[in-house]
Each structure stands twice: as C-alpha cells, then as structure tokens.
C-alpha cells in the first residue's frame, strides 16, 4: 500500500528546532521558541510569524485574531475571494437566478458568513476543523487563509487548546508537504539526546497518572493469575526502560510461601533502545538488582528485535513454566487488516494463544484512530489529546522549563503521525475497547475481570492527583479518564 508520507529527500524535511536536519527547503516545518509552530509553504496566504511578537497571545481571544481592523479586513476578503470568488462584488443577483446559480453562491455565502462568526469569536477548534475539511476537499486557497489564521491563534506556551491546537496546525502542514513521516521520525529518534528524553518520559510519567495505571492494573491481574506458581515467565512485548517490573517483583517477593521464580523475556526495537540510552543489558542490570535485594530468583532473556518480527523461537518457552503476556501500550503500533496483507495486531494475539498463558494484559488509549477517515480521526486526536493537554496544565505549570519539551517529545510526535501520515507511514493507531474485545475474542481469549483489589490499589494512586481524573469499571474492565472523558484502557484475558 503506497504512502503519501516519504518525501523524495528525508533530510529535506527533517526540519524541527530539535532535529539535525537541514533547513534548506521550501517546505518546511519548525516549533519556533516565541511558542506557535512555523511552517513554510510557496502559497501566498502563508506568512512566516518565526520572529512576530505578536504570537503568544493567550487565552484566545479577538485581541488575538487580528491586531487592528485592516487586518480584519484583509482576512474577510482573503475569505471572500477564497469562498465566493474573485467577482463577487459584481454578482447580479437576477443574473444569477436565470443561471441557476442562486443554490451554489447561497451556500458559499453561508460559508462564508459561518468562517467569519468562527475568526470573530475566536473558535480555534472549529476553525482547525474547518482547516482539515478544507485540506480533504484539495481547496487550497481556503487551506492556505485558515492556516494563517490559525497560526495567530495558538501557542505551545498558552492554553491547553492553543498548545495542542499548535501541534494539530503543524500535523495539517506536515500532511500538506507529505513530512509526516520525517517529522515523527525527527522527534521519536534523533533528538533530545537519549539522557533528555528519558527525563521527559520520566516527568510525563510522575505528573500524570496514565501509565502507572496501566502498569498497576496489568501487574495485579498478572499477580492474581500467578498466586499459586512456583515458576513465572513474563513476556513484555515493549520492554522499554523495564519499569512495570519493579512493583512487581517487590509484590511477588512478599507473596505467602516465598516468591516464585521469576523469568522475563523482554522484546526492544532500536527506538525504546536509543530513548534508554543503551541495549537491553541496561534493563537485565536494573532487574536484576531489584529481584537480588528481594531475593526473588530472577532470569532476564533479552529479545533485541520488533514486535512484527518476533516469532515462537524468540520466546524460549520452557516447560513447565506459567506465562503472562503484557501489552501495555503497544499493539495500537502493529500495522492491521487495514494496512496491508500482514496482520501483526492479530498475528501477535494468535501467538499469545499459542503459549497458553493464565493471562495476557492489554493497556491501550481509548480512541479511535485507526480506520477512521482523515477528518473524523483529525477531531477524535482533538478530543483526546485534549484532555491530556489539560491535566498536564493542572500538575506542570505553564512557565515550567521542561513542560514545552515534554509535551513536545512525548505527545506531538504522536499527534503529528496521526493527522499528517496515511499507509504503513501511520503507526499510532489507536482503537476503542470494544475493537479490541472483539480481536481477543476471535483469537480464542475470555475476559479475565480485574478484581476489586485492583480496582481499590488504584483509586488509592488517584488520591494523590487532582480530583478530576476519574476511574470507571465496565464489566471488570478499568478505564482512566479525565473528566469523564476516558482516556486509557485497561483490561485482562485468559485461555
């Protein structure tokens, strides 16, 4: 399946402040420090605000849509002319009507007056939606005036709707130049250094509850089912820095009877190996130090390759053992049905099956960006994200120095390969719960319901945040939200 996000020349585009690409084309796409994303495109409604004063404006407002009444007007007309045409002044009216015509200026009038209401009231999101409709409909002179709208209007240092609106307005211009790709690439890999980005990961992972409760929910599930075992082999498709494990073996070496022995097969790719600033010997060493001061018998087998590629013999099943599989935040990565011939997503959950494990875990975001088409995936990124926005602003303030990089190096790469790539290039794709009970249920899996203890552990993390997370249990299902709007799922299955 082709891509519309590789650029004849990768470095072309590489082009972030943080990348190390050259600077050099006539597309291009930046975070400018003064706090809105900059882009360049050979459209004559762009404007390049890199060095504008005038672009930090926050909160939203109609000081921020426009600095005098000339503006304004320039933008009705750039309007005007982009929805009714160059004549539009000119249109007789009875003219019209014997044309026939009556129907199509009506409707471009309506839009017109619709666009006008948005900019006066400053209605960043409906007008980054009506960016997005403008880029599926190919109307690129309409693109082009929205966009430059939009980029007076948000700012990576103002209010969650502005930051996440300023990555959402360089995911639609990275889709435009078909950089998508790099720039995903440029943020997940070459820069921050190793070091910077695993403090970011670490910041984002203290001040919002998102991934601890993945982790503690799949940890008790995996504690629950291995109470009674004497030897316990986890299978951690995404090893990462290895984190999860720690609580873990702390739980487990407390256990009635003495812990069991513990071996913990952990897959990498080269991405989760630079964000740790090493290979998986750094994890080996982590664990393994944890597991000696609990005493726990421990073994770690490093599986150095992805997920697509991983196979029975990676595994090194040895009789006798029971095996927990984790997924935690990793299968909305496996390219699908809707991608092309390999189906990894169900390969992988055929192979869990394989092993018969006492049970596989699965944390995943709650949205659906998969198969949807490009606009209602671009307004579900918005719905999400925005909440996330949201509760960073309640625990990282604004002016913190850190928080720009974290939300840039930690969610922007994410947001930008949602909106700006399609085919293979799109690997952040989410899918609802219910998408996934269906996938685990076809590969032979029933629900393993969290219990009530596990549900208790982590309403007892959430009192040390803000009162506006929320935790729902749906048929032994957890789901963490903000605001009732849920935001992560977490749930566990058995042969």
Request: hydrophobic share 40%.
């Amino acid at each position: 399946m082709e891509s519309n996000c590789w650029p004849p020349n990768l470095e072309q585009y590489c082009t972030l402040d943080s990348s190390s690409g050259v600077q050099n084309s006539s597309s291009t796409a930046s975070f400018s420090p003064n706090g809105s994303p900059v882009s360049q495109l050979n459209n004559s409604c762009l404007m390049d605000l890199r060095h504008s004063p005038d672009n930090t404006c926050s909160p939203v407002s109609d000081s921020c849509v426009t600095d005098n009444e000339h503006d304004l007007s320039h933008m009705i007309r750039q309007l005007e002319t982009a929805m009714l045409g160059t004549d539009s002044d000119n249109i007789d009216v009875h003219d019209i009507m014997a044309s026939g015509r009556s129907t199509e200026v009506s409707i471009k009038s309506e839009r017109w007056k619709y666009m006008m209401e948005m900019i006066a009231q400053g209605d960043l999101k409906e007008l980054l939606c009506a960016c997005a409709k403008a880029i599926e409909n190919k109307d690129m002179h309409l693109t082009d005036c929205l966009m430059t709208q939009l980029r007076q209007m948000v700012s990576v240092s103002g209010e969650p709707k502005q930051r996440l609106g300023a990555y959402m307005l360089e995911g639609l211009v990275a889709r435009l130049a078909s950089s998508g790709s790099s720039i995903y690439k440029s943020l997940r890999c070459k820069e921050p250094a190793s070091s910077e980005l695993l403090s970011y990961m670490h910041i984002l992972y203290e001040i919002c509850p998102y991934f601890k409760f993945g982790y503690m929910s799949a940890n008790g599930a995996i504690a629950e089912a291995m109470k009674d075992e004497s030897r316990v082999h986890i299978i951690d498709f995404q090893i990462a820095q290895g984190s999860q494990w720690l609580t873990l073996i702390h739980a487990l070496a407390a256990r009635p009877g003495g812990p069991p022995s513990i071996r913990i097969t952990g897959i990498d790719d080269s991405t989760s190996a630079y964000a740790r600033g090493g290979g998986l010997d750094k994890v080996r060493q982590r664990l393994s130090k944890v597991a000696e001061l609990c005493k726990v018998p421990f073994e770690f087998h490093a599986a150095a390759i992805s997920a697509t590629d991983v196979q029975l013999e990676n595994l090194r099943i040895q009789p006798g053992e029971a095996i927990a599989v984790n997924f935690a935040m990793m299968l909305h990565h496996m390219p699908d049905e809707s991608v092309g011939a390999q189906n990894h997503r169900d390969r992988l959950l055929r192979l869990a099956k394989s092993l018969s494990p006492k049970v596989v875990t699965l944390v995943e975001q709650e949205a659906n960006t998969n198969t949807a088409p490009f606009v209602p995936r671009f307004l579900e990124t918005m719905n999400h994200f925005l909440p996330i926005f949201e509760s960073i602003d309640v625990s990282l303030p604004r002016d913190h120095k850190e928080r720009i990089n974290v939300e840039q190096h930690c969610l922007a790469r994410e947001i930008v390969n949602i909106i700006a790539c399609e085919g293979p290039e799109r690997v952040e794709r989410h899918e609802l719960l219910g998408k996934w009970r269906s996938r685990f249920i076809m590969a032979g899996f029933k629900p393993f319901p969290l219990s009530l203890f596990v549900n208790s552990t982590i309403k007892t993390l959430l009192q040390s945040y803000c009162d506006k997370y929320t935790l729902e249990d749906k048929d032994g299902v957890l789901f963490l939200g903000w605001m009732n709007r849920a935001i992560v799922a977490s749930c566990a299955w058995r042969c």
